[in-house]
T-cell receptor
Framework: EAQVTQNPRYLITVTGKKLTVTCSQNMNHEYMSWYRQDPGLGLRQIYYSMNVEVTDKGDVPEGYKVSRKEKRNFPLILESPSPNQTSLYFCASSLLGQGASKLFFGSGTQLSVL | QKEVEQNSGPLSVPEGAIASLNCTYSDRGSQSFFWYRQYSGKSPELIMF????GDKEDGRFTAQLNKASQYVSLLIRDSQPSDSATYLC???????????FGSGTRLSIRP
């Protein structure tokens, strides 16, 4: 089954404790992206990647890191989480660049930073 | 700053009526437009995309694009309670390989 797998689904942590949210897709998509969703603000892009070893900042990259060492994986790293990073996070992938492209989303990760 | 604007709603429509959702975008460089539906607590799912001026129909859904007015809309005919969700409009800016989302319109279909 074609899918984007995100883990964990829920995460509660404390300020300053490094964490990683994993994202993996099995569709051989070149494009992967991370979004955060906050009430009234919609989906805001954090980072995106066009292919292996190619990443770029989205609209709200501060406080986040990503890596794309393999085509299928695109982890999101919070080196020193802060309470303002409490949010719902989505990973997505697509065949961007090949016509009108459909984003496939993971199930989301609800992060709470205390 | 590239922006996609939507009325947050809620938009309340009686069952069986036509629901009309609207979206405007700020940058003429955008090339493709998408409508995603998101149920509460779930991830967004694509329901329509459009990149040419005019109408595109798929079942009960019609997407409309007017590039001169920088306006995109989604019509849902014969609205059902299962259509109650938040609808996200998105624009693809190919020059930057970015997809920008609006904040979403919450739609409620009342029986």
């Amino acid at each position: 089954e074609a899918q984007v797998t995100q883990n964990p689904r829920y995460l509660i942590t404390v300020t300053g404790k490094k964490l990683t949210v994993t994202c993996s897709q099995n569709m051989n998509h070149e494009y992967m992206s991370w979004y955060r969703q906050d009430p009234g603000l919609g989906l805001r892009q954090i980072y995106y990647s066009m292919n292996v070893e190619v990443t770029d900042k989205g609209d709200v990259p501060e406080g986040y890191k990503v890596s794309r060492k393999e085509k299928r994986n695109f982890p999101l790293i919070l080196e020193s989480p802060s309470p303002n990073q409490t949010s719902l996070y989505f990973c997505a992938s697509s065949l961007l660049g090949q016509g009108a492209s459909k984003l496939f989303f993971g199930s989301g990760t609800q992060l709470s930073v205390l | 700053q590239k922006e996609v604007e939507q009325n947050s709603g809620p938009l309340s429509v009686p069952e069986g009526a036509i629901a009309s959702l609207n979206c405007t975008y700020s940058d003429r460089g955008s090339q493709s437009f998408f409508w995603y539906r998101q149920y509460s607590g779930k991830s967004p799912e694509l329901i329509m995309f459009i990149y040419s001026n005019g109408d595109k129909e798929d079942g009960r859904f019609t997407a409309q694009l007017n590039k001169a007015s920088q306006y995109v809309s989604l019509l849902i005919r014969d609205s059902q309670p299962s259509d109650s969700a938040t609808y996200l409009c998105a624009a693809l800016y190919s020059s930057a390989s970015k997809i920008i989302f609006g904040s979403g319109t919450r739609l409620s279909i009342r029986p």
